[in-house]
């Protein structure tokens, strides 16, 4: 069984708009999972219809084995979530903000209510703030108060829309632990992100969204794989070089003369895709040829790279 | 098992918001100005002068009891609706307004299970205002006006108890017109997540359907309009019962209820929340 799975599930808006485009979720049960892409690449419309929120256009899905939306009302309570930012009653105050959330849950136990709240607030570091009325706190504590109404119950799975958007950096590590800890608990935890860094520390797996598909999904290993890895050598004589690359069969051979980049010297050179060739044997040819080799080195591509060649130029890599 | 819960969370939700509670205060107020006004206004008993032309008025300075038929009448015309579209215009739109439907939904909440629970809550809320507008109007014509057997519309004379019984159901009557329109409400609440929208919108289609009910030439879609059987209560003041009229308003009452409450659950089960 997989804790998300979804087959072919496809969202087109009613003014045409294809915002999910037959997307293959496999999410592991046990795995820290980031659902990666730009802002507007489906990835809430997708969390959305895994929750019931919205309807299918085509496809199925189904949480935890239970197939949604039909099976909403059997298998939701096992699943805590954070949809596109907390939402609560602002003239609430904390604690019953998270009242109001378990009393509407049929399966949760009012006899151990006010324990769950208690617990769930400390987990998240509000238990001070619990009579603070919710108009009053800050977007930091709104989102931990939404993390922790996911938290009132043991969960099996944990879905976590954009839960560091707004954030600042001391936030937003706050968070990264919190979903540490959860997963630490052995619970499935599904988070999505427009940022790679902030995956990139805490998931197992990942699948990347572009424009409503999903063009990567794997573990970060078997994502690091996709990249290929470049020689790269530095010479004063890069288009000599690059045509040394070429004549071995190396693949997009590039030479970069020294005005290319910061007026420095010492950066010429000449790159290929290495594929299937030993490096040895590259730096071994390069020198018969007759190329004063300054350097050489088999460089593999971050995973920033490779997710922005994943999902295009408009990937928001920085933040 | 937890319906109950859910429902009396809701319920203290919209009874202890400010504004829910501003109104029911102002629907309590109205009875007490309205008695004050017309113990100041009203003819001496012996004077005699029944100038004004409806009839509760004139029974008014005979008996205080009275003053609720007055008060639940005249606040039918806009405040009692005005209480009502407030909570249920309210009701879905202001969660899907908050943004906290999502997330009832996602608990889950069960979408008919939280419409249903919505409704009881609307009804409820109805409830209270139409009973404290009675309440609070006997408690003032009892202090203001003598106070004893019911002289009916009809002429024939009952006991003060019957006359409180009578009171009872036309309270109830007024109950069953506002859930009636609680329902409409309800149904608007779950096309938009602009709560003001939403109440705006009823409070628009009382209004119109009183000013069509009042156009003689268009007399004859009357019966059909949903404010046209609110004042119908007046049946139960006569001896016999007027129970035809009686019966004709509960089944409007009845029809509007079941129209917009299947659409209003048509609507939410099958569409997408995007707020």
Not at chain 1, 298 to 316: A, I, K, N, R
Not at chain 2, 113 to 138: H, Q, W
């Amino acid at each position: 069984m997989t804790a998300i799975s979804t087959s072919g599930l496809t969202k087109r808006f009613r003014g045409g708009q294809l915002a999910v485009d037959h997307i293959d979720l496999a999410v592991p049960l046990g795995s820290v999972y980031g659902f990666l892409g730009p802002n507007g690449s489906g990835k809430t419309t997708t969390i959305r219809m895994l929750l019931g929120l919205a309807y299918p256009t085509s496809g199925t899905a189904s949480l935890l084995g239970v197939p949604m939306p039909d099976g909403a009302t059997t298998v939701l309570h096992r699943v805590g979530s954070l949809v596109e930012g907390p939402a609560f009653y602002p003239f609430l105050a904390g604690a019953d903000n998270l009242a109001r959330y378990d009393a509407a849950d049929r399966t949760a136990d009012p006899a151990t209510a006010r324990a769950r709240i208690t617990e769930a607030l400390d987990r998240v570091g509000l238990l001070a703030a619990a009579k603070k009325r919710y108009r009053h706190y800050s977007l930091g504590m709104k989102q931990r108060l939404a993390i922790a109404a996911g938290l009132l119950r043991p969960r099996e799975l944990i879905i976590l829309d954009e839960p560091t958007n707004g954030l600042d950096p001391q936030g937003t590590r706050e968070v990264r632990a919190l979903i540490r800890q959860i997963a630490a608990d052995g619970t499935t935890v599904f988070v999505s992100s427009h940022l790679l860094a902030e995956v990139e520390q805490i998931c197992t797996h990942v699948g990347v969204m572009r424009t409503g598909k999903l063009v990567f999904q794997g573990s970060l290993p078997e994502l690091r794989r996709t990249g290929a890895s470049r020689v790269s050598v530095q010479t004063a004589d890069p288009e000599a070089a690059a045509k040394v690359l070429t004549g071995l069969g190396l693949a997009d051979a590039q030479a970069t003369e020294a005005s290319d980049v910061q007026a420095d010297d010492a950066q010429a050179g000449a790159s290929a895709i290495l594929g299937d060739a030993s490096p040895e044997q590259v730096c071994a040819e390069l020198v018969q040829a007759g190329i004063g080799v300054r350097g050489f080195a088999v460089v593999s591509p971050s995973l920033e790279d490779l997710f922005v060649g994943l999902t295009g130029e408009g990937f928001d890599v920085s933040g | 098992m937890s319906a109950g819960r859910f429902y009396a969370s809701e319920l203290r939700l919209v009874l202890l918001r400010r504004r829910n509670l501003l109104l029911l205060a102002v629907t309590a107020v109205f009875p007490l100005i309205i008695g004050i006004a017309l113990r100041l206004a009203a003819p001496r008993p012996e004077g005699g002068d029944g100038g004004t032309g409806l009839a509760f008025f004139n029974q008014l300075a005979g008996n205080g009891v009275f003053l609720t038929f007055i008060a639940l009448s005249t606040l039918l015309v806009l405040v009692l609706p005005v209480v009502v579209a407030v909570v249920a215009g309210d009701s879905v739109a202001g969660e899907a307004g908050y943004g906290t439907l999502r997330y009832l939904l996602a608990v889950p909440a069960g979408r008919t299970r939280l419409l249903a629970v919505k409704y009881g809550v609307i009804v409820t809320f109805a409830l209270c205002a139409t009973f404290i507008v009675s309440a609070v109007a006997l408690a003032a014509g009892a202090a203001l006006f003598p106070v004893g057997p019911v002289t009916l519309l009809s002429g024939t004379t009952v006991s003060l108890a019957a006359g409180l019984l009578r009171l009872l159901f036309v309270t109830l009557y007024v109950t069953a017109a506002m859930a009636a329109l609680g329902a409409i409400g309800l149904a608007i609440s779950t096309l938009t997540e602009h709560a003001i929208g939403a109440i705006a919108t009823l409070m628009i289609l009382v209004v119109t359907s009183e000013v069509i009910d009042n156009v003689p030439q268009l007399h004859a879609a009357g019966p059909y309009l949903p404010t046209h059987w609110w004042l119908s209560f007046d049946s139960l003041l006569r001896v016999p019962v007027d129970t035809s009229t009686l019966l004709r308003g509960l089944l409007s009452f009845a029809v509007y209820a079941v129209l917009f409450g299947s659409f209003a659950w048509a609507r939410f089960t099958s569409a997408d929340v995007t707020s």
